[in-house]
Structures are given as structure tokens and as C-alpha cells.
């Protein structure tokens, strides 16, 4: 299996497309990247700006370049001797516009006797015998049309096929929408009613049944035939956990690659290992991420941080207690978003999952169907992990049922009952509670607590539990051994197409946490100034700014809109508040029209900036250098100060890239200046030096040491040893520069023969005691080689 030093990730789109990528080939290569990695490929929704809503499975997405596009991209990078990893998507389709996507026009015009119908994940008894859409504005039909001789039913801008026969009488467009095999509904009964499974709670992505050999076979002979003719080397494997058998899948998946490289989207709570005996090389790498953050955060600012926390939600809060630990209170928060999903949106799989076990013979003691909802939804809302794999996880159940007991006594018989029925390996229950766990996860905590537990937003990233603040060195170091060991090909990353925050915005906010009564401060005067009567929003939404600043307004109004719906306390998705979002809008303005607002703002990055960029850079090293395979979001290797999604997907601007490596090339060193609004030429210099280094000299990254700094200051480094390649990193600047800089403090380094050589900065080190001071005097951080001759 060819396996890959490195990758950079590039996001397609019909704006920059595969022949596009393949132009930039030679700059990832002058930049010293290992493998080109490409978002989603195969044909998508038009227009659509990510390629997950994947539409046909048997060609490559045109407006992305299609096949001459991939044949292109690839030859260009093999030609470099880069390898290409591709994103795939095998849990769903997109069905936004059913004409685009022919298994499901076919499922739609011929219902259960559609040679689709099996591919699809439908309960076809919970809708009459028919497949609901939730579509209509209102329980009105009376804008549906016939179209096209009568073979198109049309309801505004949504087109769907007649079938046969059931249009011949001169009957009108309602009589014939009663004889299909699909019902049009309001849309607001997706939530409830909904009787096909679906992607999270996206009913334009409709779930398909991988596990079905004939499907598999499909869905995935285009991909097959990219490895049969050499033009791919890798897969990703998107969103696993939502199939039937993940396991199963994945080991079907190597076998049709020929054992290839293959990573799965995969996120691990806590502890909680990658089941070892898939054909994978590992995840995706937002474990990583998560240690990698926690790495630079100050465990002193917490209690302050914290105080501030409860403050806000005991003075307007969003109705949540504000007592006890963060942890507990974190705990607590997270049960209530789960269960508030598990009631709402996604109240229909909790519904067919009661039907599921009805069909399975039901309870042993007698139930009402309602009563069965009720702690099937307090299990999904107790469970710790996205899922579990029985037999494999099922410890994982019977925490959720000991919480669940915790939470609800009233239902001690019934959850026992029902656990036990989702225990049982194989069966429809198990399997479909298996898949579903995730889908309330997601939902619950991602997208609704990381936007209401908002102490520090650097550590509400996808992967990573907020109320784990801090990691010690000593607990990185052993954490990456433990990668070494059991996952070395596993990918890292610090910036993805999902991340809330870009790297470098949670590198700056993260700073906070060494200020936290500064920011304290800062953020009483903007409250006052501008209040929301949402303490904890605005928490967010004022760090958002300071972390991304400058930031055009229209990008920070709609992180605003996004982060507040998200959030459901104050304004929601299906139920706006326009009162609060003119107030919150405002309030966003000011930022650009009020003086006072405008300095407030300034003066807070102003605090924070520099600290940003000192962790940036020492993020960034240690991810590229340390276990695992590194990733590179496109165009991080400058400063990239986004938030979520769209906002991480914006043009990025190749020609001034590598027009600055150009010049590091040429032998011109990049400045770094505490404040400067520089074009992030140094983090370039550190991303470049460290991927070449790792390509070029693989066997310098063989192991992995930790080392010791001594001295007064010695908190503030962190450094290790893969095996010749030693990394050197700043943590924590505000409070070392309160130290008054490095003093005293050294770094021993191992015994080389001809000593070492700082590739930023080209000074030689004998082995020995080295002042932290001479060798971070230039850069926060520094990458040593060993000189072999």
C-alpha cells in the first residue's frame, strides 16, 4: 500500500475545477506536499459548492471538470510523483432536484416496483404505502401543475415524474399527485414524519443502503475504475458511521482498491479507540486536532474564564443552570440539546425506530408506542459516543442506560427493556440505533452546544469536548506515542471544510485564555454597549470577531445568523426572531460604524495578535512534524482567518502563494513582528519547511522522543524528537513574555555526530545544552535536522 508523507486538501468547485487543481500542481510541489487531496469528485448537485449531495454515481461532476478534468489532475501529479486521495460519499445522495439524480426519479415514478427501491432506506407502511416529501410551504396542493404532456407534476420550481397510467383520464394535477407512489407534504412534518432515512436532518440528502451487495456494486463502480487505471491512489471515506455495517463497508471498500490507502471520517470521544480491525489507516484526524489546540491553551486562565461563563448565564443566560463544575454543566447541556434533537428534528427516526421494534416483537412487557419513544430518545440522548459496532461497543449501551436511569427513574422498566432489545447484535433495532446515535450527536452537540457553551470557542471544534480545557505537555507527548503505536498513518489536521474556526482563528482565541479578566473586561463594555440579552451568544459572537479580525461585515453578519440559529436560544431556524436578529445585526454594524465599538474591537486584537500568531506557528509545526499523516487545508499555509462553512471555502489566491515562496526560495527570509499586518510569509516558510523535510528525509520521523527545557521559563516550550527531526514550540507568549523572555532556560539536545541545522533559519547547533533564547531569538519555533554529514 503507497502511503502518503503528506496532503493538501482541495476544495473543487465549478470556479476552481480539476484542471484548475492540476495547474497548481507544481507550487504543492516546489511547497513540499506528498499527495493531492480532492473534496468530493463525483456528479453533484448543480451548483452545488461541496459535492457531498452527490447526484449520479457513475460519472465525474462536469462543472468540477469531469473526466478529463481527474484523467488531467492526476497525470499532473504523478508526473510530480504526488499521489491523490480522493473524498467519497457513500451514506447518502442528494435529491434536491429529483430530475439530477436517476435513482431516485426512477424510485419517485415507480415506488416499491423501482429496481431503486431497495437502495433506499424507507419505511414505506409509515407513509400509507407512499414516500413522503416534505416540500409544500403549507398543507395547500393547490399550486401543483401538470407539465411536459402531462408526465411532470410540478409545485413552483419543483419538478417530479407522473407514472404511468395515472395521468391518462383528463384527471387534475391533485387527483394524479394521489395516485403516485410519493406524497407531497408541509414541510414542517420532516421532523416528525419523515419515513426515509436521510443524512443528519437533511432531507435533500436521502440515505442509501450500501450494505445491499447490488448497491455497493453500483454506487462504487466508478470508483473502482479509478484504481483499476492508476488515476487515484486513496480514499476518505465520508460520514461512516451513518451505515448499516461501517466495518463490513470499509473491508469491501480495500478489497475493491486493492488494499489502498483508506481514511474514514471517524469522530472518537475522549479515550475511545478506532476499531483496529478495519482496513483503515486511521481518521481524519480531528483527534488530533483537538490535543493539538488543547496543547496551547493556559490551564491558569480557566477559573477565570469560567467565572465569566457562569456569569453570563446567570445575568441573561440562555435559561441553563449555571451551577457546578464546567464539566458537569457542560454534561448536563449537552443531554438537553441531544434530547431537544431527539424530540424535534429528528422525532421521526425516533419514531421508526420504535416501529422497528414493534416489528421485532416488541417489548416483552406490554408498552405504549409513546412510552417506547420516550426512552429511546433518553438512550440517544445518553449515549457517550457517536455509536457503537456490536459486539463491539456494547459498554458503551449500558453507560447510556445507567445514565438514562439517572435521568429518568419514572421509565427504570421500559429502558431496561429497551436496551436490551438494542443489544441484540444484528437485528433491526440495534442496527438502526446504531446508525441514528450519531445523527443526534451531530446535531445536538456540534450543531447546537458548541454554539451555547461559549467559555472559550477555540475548544468547541468537531472531535473535541470544550470542557476539556488544557493539555499538559506531558499528556501530548504520550498521547502521541500512543498514535505512533497503534495509528502512525492516521491523518492530522487543524483546518478542514467543517471546522467551526479556521486554525488561526482559534490559535488567537485561544490567547484569551492567558488574559481571561482582560477579556472579561473587553467584553462588559461591548455587552453594555450593545446588549443582546443573550450572555453567552454574545460571548461567542464578540470573540468570533476579535479571532477573525478583519473581517468584512457581510462575512461577520452572516457567522452571526448562522452561530445564533444555531444556537436556538434566542432566535432559531424555524422560529426567527427579528426583533433580536435587527438588535444582533446592529450590534454587528457597530463594529464598522461606531467609533467607540471600533476601538473596543481593535484594542482586544490588538492584546491577543501577536500571541495568535506565535501559536499559530507552533500549531502548525507540531501538527506537520508530529505522529501521523499532515494534512494542509487549502491555503493555510498562509494566515487564513475563517469561520464555518462557507466561509472556509473562499477562492484562495495561488499566484500570491507562490509568489511568496518564490522568494523564500530565493534565500528571503520572512519577518515576523509582533502586530504586523504581514501576508503570513512565515507561517509559509514553517508549513514549506516542514512538509519538504518529512518528504525528503522520511526516516527523521520514525519515532518519537519528548523532550525536556529546563529553566524558569521551561513551561512555555515544548519540544520532541521524531528520530533527527526535533521541534521546538512557544505555548503560552503573553505569560512568557510577563516572564521577561526565555532567561535561563535550555534545551538539551540528543547526541549527533555533526550536530543539528535549524531548516527556518539555517544556524547549526551542536548537540548539548542549547539556550531557548538563540534558538527561538528569530521565530517562536523552530524544526532541527540532524546533519548527517
Not at 489536521?493 to 482565541?509: C, G, M, P, Q, Y
Amino acid at each position: 500500500m503507497r502511503t502518503p508523507r503528506s496532503t493538501y486538501r482541495f476544495q473543487l468547485t465549478a470556479d476552481f475545477t480539476l484542471q484548475d487543481a492540476a495547474r497548481q500542481v507544481p507550487y504543492l510541489k516546489r511547497l513540499g506536499v506528498d499527495w493531492v487531496y480532492l473534496s468530493p469528485i463525483l456528479q453533484a448537485e448543480d451548483g452545488s459548492e461541496h459535492g457531498y449531495d452527490v447526484t449520479d454515481h457513475s460519472r465525474i461532476d462536469v462543472s468540477r471538470g469531469g473526466e478529463e478534468g481527474l484523467r488531467e489532475l492526476s497525470q499532473a501529479a504523478h508526473d510530480e510523483g504526488l499521489g491523490v486521495l480522493v473524498d467519497i460519499v457513500p451514506n447518502h445522495v442528494g435529491v434536491a432536484t429529483p430530475s439530477q439524480n436517476p435513482w431516485w426519479w426512477d424510485l419517485l415514478k415507480h415506488g416499491r416496483e423501482s429496481r431503486y427501491a431497495e437502495a433506499f432506506d424507507i419505511d414505506w407502511e409509515a407513509g400509507g404505502g407512499r414516500l413522503l416529501l416534505p416540500v409544500l410551504g403549507d398543507d395547500s396542493l393547490d399550486a401543483l401543475t401538470l407539465e411536459d404532456d402531462r408526465t411532470i407534476l410540478a409545485y413552483y420550481d419543483n419538478r417530479y415524474p407522473v407514472a404511468p397510467g395515472t395521468a391518462d383520464d383528463g384527471a387534475d394535477a391533485q387527483t394524479v399527485h394521489e395516485r403516485q407512489s410519493y406524497e407531497l407534504v408541509n414541510w414542517r412534518r420532516e421532523g416528525t414524519d419523515l419515513n426515509y432515512r436521510r443524512f443528519f436532518a437533511v432531507s435533500t440528502l436521502a440515505a442509501i443502503r450500501v450494505e445491499e451487495p447490488w448497491v455497493f456494486d453500483e454506487s462504487h463502480a466508478e470508483i473502482g475504475r479509478w484504481f483499476r487505471e492508476g488515476l487515484v491512489d486513496g480514499l476518505r471515506v465520508d460520514h461512516p458511521d451513518g451505515l448499516a455495517d461501517p466495518g463490513g463497508y470499509i473491508e469491501r471498500l480495500s478489497e475493491l482498491t486493492g488494499g489502498a490507502y483508506i481514511l474514514i471520517e471517524k469522530i472518537l470521544e475522549g479515550d475511545e479507540p478506532l476499531e483496529p480491525s478495519w482496513p483503515s489507516a486511521g481518521t481524519t484526524g480531528y483527534d488530533a486536532l483537538a490535543g493539538i489546540d488543547r496543547l496551547f491553551v493556559d490551564p491558569d486562565g480557566e477559573a477565570g474564564l469560567d467565572r465569566l461563563d457562569v456569569a453570563l448565564r446567570e445575568s441573561d443566560g440562555d435559561g441553563f443552570t449555571a451551577e457546578g463544575a464546567a464539566a458537569d454543566r457542560y454534561r448536563a447541556m449537552i443531554h438537553d440539546t441531544k434530547r431537544d434533537v431527539a424530540d424535534g428534528i429528528l422525532q421521526a427516526e425516533v419514531r421508526r425506530l420504535a416501529r422497528d421494534i414493534e416489528r421485532a416483537g416488541g417489548l416483552p412487557t406490554p408498552t405504549e408506542k409513546t412510552v417506547v419513544q420516550d426512552a429511546l430518545a433518553e438512550l440517544l440522548a445518553c449515549f457517550p459516543v457517536y455509536r457503537s459496532y456490536l459486539p463491539a461497543g456494547r459498554e458503551h449501551l449500558d453507560e447510556a442506560l445507567e445514565l438514562a436511569l439517572h435521568h429518568r427513574p419514572d421509565l427504570d422498566a421500559v429502558l431496561r427493556e429497551v436496551a436490551e432489545v438494542l443489544g441484540r447484535t444484528g437485528t433491526a433495532p440495534s442496527v438502526r440505533f446504531q446508525q441514528t446515535s450519531g445523527m443526534v450527536m451531530a446535531k445536538g452537540v456540534e450543531d447546537c452546544a458548541f454554539y451555547r457553551f461559549t467559555r472559550l470557542t477555540s475548544l468547541t471544534e468537531v472531535g473535541a469536548d470544550p470542557d476539556d480545557f488544557s493539555w499538559s505537555p506531558e499528556r501530548f507527548h504520550a498521547a502521541q506515542q500512543r498514535r505512533l503505536a497503534t495509528e502512525p498513518h492516521s491523518m492530522t489536521t487543524l483546518s478542514t471544510h467543517d471546522t467551526k474556526r479556521s486554525e488561526d482563528v482559534r490559535a488567537r482565541i485561544t490567547a484569551l485564555a492567558e488574559i481571561p479578566d482582560g477579556w472579561a473586561g473587553t467584553l462588559e463594555k461591548l455587552r453594555s454597549r450593545h446588549p443582546l440579552g443573550d450572555g453567552p451568544l454574545e460571548n461567542l459572537l464578540w470573540q468570533a470577531i476579535v479571532g477573525a479580525w478583519p473581517i468584512s461585515r457581510e462575512r461577520a453578519q452572516a457567522y452571526a445568523t448562522k452561530a445564533s440559529r444555531e444556537a436556538g436560544n434566542t432566535t432559531a431556524w424555524l422560529d426567527v426572531d427579528e426583533e433580536f436578529e435587527k438588535r444582533m445585526a446592529a450590534a454587528i454594524d457597530a463594529v464598522y460604524d461606531d467609533e467607540i465599538t471600533a476601538g473596543l474591537v481593535t484594542s482586544a486584537v490588538a492584546a491577543v495578535e501577536g500571541a495568535g500568531r506565535s501559536n499559530s506557528l507552533g500549531e502548525k509545526l507540531v501538527q506537520l512534524t508530529t505522529t501521523g499523516m499532515p494534512d494542509v487545508y487549502q491555503g493555510s499555509e498562509l494566515w487564513d482567518l475563517s469561520l464555518v462553512d462557507p466561509d472556509n471555502r473562499r477562492p484562495v489566491d495561488y499566484g500570491l502563494r507562490s509568489d511568496l515562496l518564490a522568494a523564500i526560495e530565493a534565500g528571503e527570509p520572512p519577518v515576523l513582528e509582533e502586530g504586523a499586518d504581514d501576508t503570513g510569509a512565515v507561517k509559509l516558510l514553517v508549513t514549506t519547511s516542514a512538509l519538504k523535510l518529512r518528504r525528503d528525509r522520511p526516516e527523521l520521523f520514525e519515532g518519537y522522543t519528548p523532550l525536556e527545557p529546563r529553566g524558569s521559563a521551561a513551561r512555555h516550550a515544548v519540544a520532541f524528537d521524531r528520530g533527527g527531526a526535533i521541534t521546538v514550540v512557544t505555548r503560552l507568549p503573553i505569560g512568557l513574555a510577563r516572564h521577561g523572555g526565555w532567561d535561563d532556560t535550555t534545551l538539551e539536545l540528543p547526541e549527533a555526530r555533526n550536530g543539528y541545522a535549524d531548516t527556518l533559519t539555517g544556524r547549526l547547533y551542536r548537540d548539548g545544552s542549547v539556550r531557548l533564547a538563540e534558538l527561538l531569538g528569530t521565530y517562536p519555533v523552530a524544526l532541527l535536522q540532524r546533519i548527517e554529514s
